[in-house]
């Protein structure tokens, strides 16, 4: 299986300021055929299901603010929030969707400072 | 609107089975494939499965901690799909949530709200 490890493990921001969040993973997740990074990032806000926020390490879901965009390849990833709003204190969680099983990182919760 | 809906959790003793069911509505369901994610109260995501489409065989796949305990199905027909769950365990408590995606290799882009299920005697 492959270990997807992030840090930190929580973190606080002041409004308007960056977060970042790195995602490791245990394999390498860049395909060199279609030169895809097969990682995805996630939300999950208090009392809500997850929703998809990046996927191809990079390419933003329809809807999404800009302030948030992942960077990154093969094994090392970051999600940047890049202007922290109240709306974004929630749990993010990366995802490997290389093999199965489609592990996650244990999440890393981000409050407002 | 994509929509996906669980629904037959509950209380549960440990050994016992329980059926939980997705049903699915606003876009064609038989070109997606379906997966299951669970979270302990207080935990983190864990995958637990997923099933691709019949054009791919429909054959899932489960994680190891519950291969040979839950079996996924689907009924393209009713556009629904089931976590049959055996054997269950008191670690097997949490939120399970199903998630669709276009296939293996492919993110999981819409989530359902939840059923939570409680394995306790």
């Known amino acids: 299986d492959i270990v997807m490890t992030q840090s930190p493990d929580s973190l606080a921001v002041s409004l308007g300021e960056r977060a970042t969040i790195n995602c490791k993973s245990g394999?390498?997740?860049?395909?060199?055929?279609?030169?895809?990074?097969?990682l995805a990032w996630y939300q999950q806000k208090p009392g809500q299901s997850p929703k998809a926020l990046i996927y191809?390490?990079?390419t933003r879901e329809s809807g999404v603010p800009d302030r948030f965009s992942g960077s990154g390849s093969g094994t090392d990833f970051t999600l940047t929030i890049s202007s922290l709003q109240a709306d974004d204190v929630a749990i993010y969680y990366c995802?490997?969707?290389?093999?199965?099983?489609?592990?996650f990182g244990q999440g890393t919760k981000v409050e407002i400072k | 609107e994509v929509q996906l809906v669980e629904s037959g959790g509950g209380l549960v003793q440990p050994g016992r089975s329980l059926r939980l069911s997705c049903t699915a509505s606003?876009?064609?369901?038989?070109?997606?494939?379906i997966s299951w994610v669970r979270q302990a109260p207080g935990k983190g995501l864990e995958w637990v499965g997923f099933?691709?489409?019949?054009?791919?065989?429909?054959?899932?796949y489960y994680a190891a901690s519950v291969k040979g305990r839950f079996i996924i199905s689907r009924d393209d027909s009713k556009s629904i799909a089931y976590l049959q769950m055996n054997s269950l365990k008191p670690e097997d408590t949490g939120v399970y949530f199903c998630?669709?995606?276009?296939?293996?290799?492919?993110?999981?882009?819409?989530w359902g709200q939840g059923t939570l299920v409680t394995v306790s005697s």
């Open positions: 998630t669709r995606l276009v296939g293996s290799g492919w993110p999981h882009d819409y």
């Open positions: 606003g876009f064609t369901y038989g070109d997606y494939a």
């Open positions: 099933i691709p489409t019949k054009t791919y065989g429909a054959t899932p």
């Open positions: 394999q390498d997740l860049l395909y060199t055929s279609n030169n895809k990074n097969y």
């Open positions: 191809w390490a990079s």
């Open positions: 995802q490997q969707y290389w093999s199965p099983p489609y592990t």
